[in-house]
């Protein structure tokens, strides 16, 4: 148990700070009271002194977290303007969403960043945008995990002036945060420190000093008010736990320097209030913060955005080009003037299946290298209410088609031509179907796992998923299937790459003449490709069938990781329990270390 029966309350207009040594709660309780995390707690939050129906809630509050989570490669007006469309639909016009981004950004002072890319940022910068990014839709609650974390003194100052101003425009504004200094402490209206799961204080700042005198603890006057009542629940002057949680009542009363230990006002037990009064700007009728644009509209925008981003990642889009190119010119050459070659038939089918190999890994390996990265930002934008993620999951997938289309093209076109295979128009393009869907399915397997897993661990489970793939595409061909163990047979209807396999064979090799043998070569055994390809067993195989397979994996696939990913932001109970069974196992295998 972290959190033991605290009760509370902030007040719109105010700037509240969570604080406490290392453990006490103070990310559990954020989490609770923001509904990030809140699943195994039990107890009241109450809005307006009425139960908290969490759904709304989350429409109406926003939760910037520790991490500044930023889209790359746009610039502040550009993240700004791509949040206003998402958040405000189609209520306003181009000029009023123009309007309130200048507004906030003048507010938050980073006009003058406004045609900045995020990479280029100052750290103060990145988390005021992480604010004016939660600010478009004027939500009436808003949290913050430690926003002064990696900021300076005068970075910190000022991100606490700002949280202030904001606040004092009617928001309820909480935040966690570390040790503050004595002039941080002094600016939050009201302060809740946590200690070991309890509250031992609520109420103004430096009113902090005389609550501790009352219970004779004395703060040394060169000292800090914040260092020292963190020393004290650090137990560093004795064990003053109990006496403080039974002075402020663990959280229920605000302590008042002129009328000490004065009840306020009393909720009951494991009750915390979050608002005291919506001021009439902000009223709940209004729905001002609940202007969600329409699933297309939030398709467009996304998609949109994510191709400017592909764009302007121009070190990586030149790379992928060279890689494409390279590689082709590469197989091309080994493989050069072999389609007609009667010697070397046997050497065809290793280019098909190199073939197939390169449209596995090239699209793959960037989906695991990036997206667990990516998931991070989609938890925070899709917590906050920005878009569906049924929407960006869509945008995702039509994102990557462009560039998987011409990319695919230059490779085939080197390695079809070098290689020398027919140049019939029907058979080049059986080839290209094969290769892009092999890739685009390759990519989705990336997804699939990337949705789970960390980079480090994604990068290691995608390759090694690979390597059964790549052996039962291969498996069983010239030995006939009927001596194939039955467990084999059912694990080959698994590997994609035995249906793109097949589907090149029969593209390529499939009602062709022979082939002439060259007059260097002696004796040529497999001029008559239709023997060859009833040798490999696959002489009863159709490409339509094959392409039918391909497209059921892809929707298999896309449709794992979008219901993977959904599990990953929102778990239901099945994932709930296997992610318990999962810590339970961990910490077994830690403490048998």
């Keep these: 148990m972290i ?11 105010q700037l509240s700070a969570i604080l406490g040594p290392s453990g006490a709660g103070k990310s559990t309780l954020l989490n ?74 003048e507010l938050l002072r980073l006009s003058g960043a406004k045609y900045t890319q995020t990479d280029m940022l100052s750290g103060g910068e990145r988390k005021r945008l992480s604010i004016a990014l939660e600010l478009l839709n004027n939500p009436p609650v808003l949290f913050l995990d430690e926003p002064t974390t990696g900021l300076d003194d005068l970075s910190c100052s000022q991100c606490i002036s700002l949280l202030k101003t904001i606040a004092k425009g009617g928001r309820t504004v909480i935040c966690s945060i570390h040790t503050p200094s004595a002039k941080l402490f002094s600016e939050f209206d009201d302060v809740y420190i946590l200690s070991a799961g309890q509250c031992v204080y609520k109420g103004y700042g430096p009113d902090v000093v005389p609550f501790l005198a ?24 004795g064990d003053c736990h109990e006496r403080m949680v039974t ?17 306020e006002e009393v909720v009951s037990d494991s009750n915390i209030s979050l608002i005291k009064e919506y001021p009439a700007a902000l009223d709940i009728s209004d729905h001002s913060f609940d202007h969600e644009s329409g699933w297309i509209r939030q398709f467009n925008i996304l998609l949109r955005r994510m191709w400017l981003q592909m764009w302007r990642d121009k070190c990586y889009l030149v790379l992928r080009v060279f890689l494409y190119i390279v590689i082709g010119l590469v197989i091309g050459n080994l493989y050069l003037g072999m389609g007609q070659d009667g010697s070397k038939t046997l050497f065809n089918f290793g280019f098909y299946f190199c073939s197939l190999i390169f449209f596995m890994y090239i699209p793959m390996m960037p989906v695991l290298l990036q997206f667990p990265r990516e998931v991070q930002l989609v938890k925070r934008e899709h917590f906050n209410k920005w878009y569906r993620l049924s929407a960006y ?20 076109c080197l390695v079809y031509t070098l290689s020398g295979q027919p140049m019939e128009i029907d058979r080049l393009l059986m080839f290209y179907v094969i290769c892009l869907l092999t890739g685009i399915i390759s990519e989705s397997l990336g997804l699939l796992i990337a949705s789970q897993l960390t980079i480090v661990n994604a990068m290691f489970i995608g390759p090694v998923v690979t390597v059964p793939l790549m052996l039962l595409a291969v498996y069983g061909f010239g030995s006939g299937y009927d001596t194939i163990p039955s467990l084999i047979k059912i694990a080959m209807y698994f590997s994609y790459l ?58 298999l696939f896309r449709g794992g990781s979008y219901y993977l990913l959904r599990q990953r932001l929102s778990p239901n109970k099945t994932f709930l329990a296997l992610q318990y069974i999962g810590r339970i196992i961990k910490s077994h295998l830690g403490v048998a270390r």
Excluded at 74 to 94: F, R
């Design 3 to 13: 959190l033991r029966s605290v009760g509370g309350e902030f007040k719109s207009g």
């Design 214 to 237: 009352n219970l004779g603890l004395e703060c040394p006057k060169h000292y800090n008010p914040a260092d020292f009542i963190i020393e004290v629940c650090c137990f560093e002057y």
């Design 393 to 412: 999951f869509v945008a995702l997938s039509v994102s990557t088609i462009p560039l998987q289309v011409l990319l695919g093209s230059v490779y085939v």
């Design 32 to 105: 609770i009271l923001a509904g990030y995390k809140c699943r195994n707690a039990t107890g009241s939050v109450l809005i307006n002194g009425e139960q908290r129906n969490l759904k709304q809630f989350r429409k109406m509050s926003r939760y910037i977290m520790q991490e500044d989570l930023i889209q790359p490669l746009l610039t502040v007006h550009e993240a700004m303007l791509v949040a206003a469309n998402l958040k405000l639909g189609n209520n306003l016009k181009e000029a009023a969403k123009l309007n309130a981004i200048r507004e906030i950004l």
């Design 247 to 263: 002075s402020i009542e663990n959280g229920r009363i605000t302590y008042n320097k002129k009328a000490p230990a004065r009840l």
């Design 498 to 555: 035995r249906y793109s396999l097949e589907g090149l064979i029969h593209a390529m090799l499939k009602g062709r003449e022979k082939l002439e043998c060259p007059e260097s070569e002696q004796y040529c055994i497999y001029t008559d490709l239709n023997f060859f390809v009833k040798e490999m067993g696959m002489e009863n195989t159709l490409y339509w069938v094959d392409i039918v397979a391909l497209v059921g994996v892809f929707l």
